[in-house]
């Protein structure tokens, strides 16, 4: 059973546009939500990340919006560039011993 | 700062053929760690964590294991790899609680 389903599975958006990534989850006890970019060959790095006490974070261009009653989070990037195309993925972990992954997100960027 | 070592960065082995891939962490102190596996354009799989020394949690039946021998050690290991084991490995640490994982550059690793 898939912990955390995200969606779209690839994105294209225009340079300057938002992108948004979406994620669900059924299980309440989750208490840690990161979002993690990935590039060709490289291992994912920790982009940004929310606990379920508050609605947004923001990290520069980056914006996470979290749901707790609808258990959503999204990732939002603002006024997005070509060096944003990359595989994203939402994560969320209960304890921070186990984390459970979505299936991805492909996004690009065309200029 | 927190630094993650994987090597080999790539590897190309024969069907049947042992696999040991080794895992390192710096400047942190009993973290949990992870085994990772990409398969081409997927997901990522969680093979094994770890809470502390000798302390495995197996998450997938498979011809992997993994050890770990010091704390910030954790080694990825096959007696003999299948064709369905090739992919791209990942290490990762995280620290308890809440931060993390942080992941390591992964190991391509290849079986002809």
């Known amino acids: 059973q898939q912990q955390v389903k995200q969606s779209p599975q690839s994105l294209i958006v225009q340079k300057g546009g938002i992108s948004i990534i979406n994620c669900a989850y059924e299980?309440?006890?989750?208490?840690?939500f990161p979002w993690y970019q990935q590039f060709p060959g490289k291992g994912p790095a920790l982009l940004i990340a929310?606990?379920?006490?508050?609605s947004e974070k923001k990290e520069g261009r980056f914006t996470i919006s979290f749901n707790k009653s609808a258990k959503q989070f999204s990732l939002h990037i603002m006024d997005s560039q070509p060096g944003d195309s990359a595989t994203y993925f939402c994560?969320?972990?209960?304890?921070?011993?186990?984390?459970?992954f979505g299936t991805g997100t492909s996004l690009t960027v065309i200029p | 700062s927190q630094t993650i070592h994987q090597w080999p960065a790539t590897l190309v082995q024969p069907v049947g053929s042992p696999l040991s891939l080794e895992c390192t962490v710096e400047g942190t102190s009993n973290p949990n760690l992870y085994w990772y596996r990409q398969a081409a354009g997927r997901g990522l799989q969680l093979l094994f964590y770890?809470?502390?020394?000798?302390?495995i949690s197996s998450e997938v039946p498979q011809n992997l294991s993994a050890s770990r021998p010091q704390d910030r050690q954790f080694i990825l290991s096959s007696k003999k790899l299948l064709l369905s084991d090739s992919g791209f490995y990942l290490c990762?640490?995280?620290?308890?609680?809440?931060?993390?994982?942080?992941f390591g550059p992964g190991t391509r690793l290849t079986v002809l």
């Open positions: 929310i606990r379920p006490d508050v």
């Open positions: 770890s809470v502390g020394i000798g302390q």
């Open positions: 299980n309440t006890a989750f208490d840690y």
């Open positions: 994560a969320a972990s209960k304890m921070s011993n186990q984390f459970y």
């Open positions: 990762a640490w995280s620290a308890s609680p809440g931060a993390g994982p942080f």
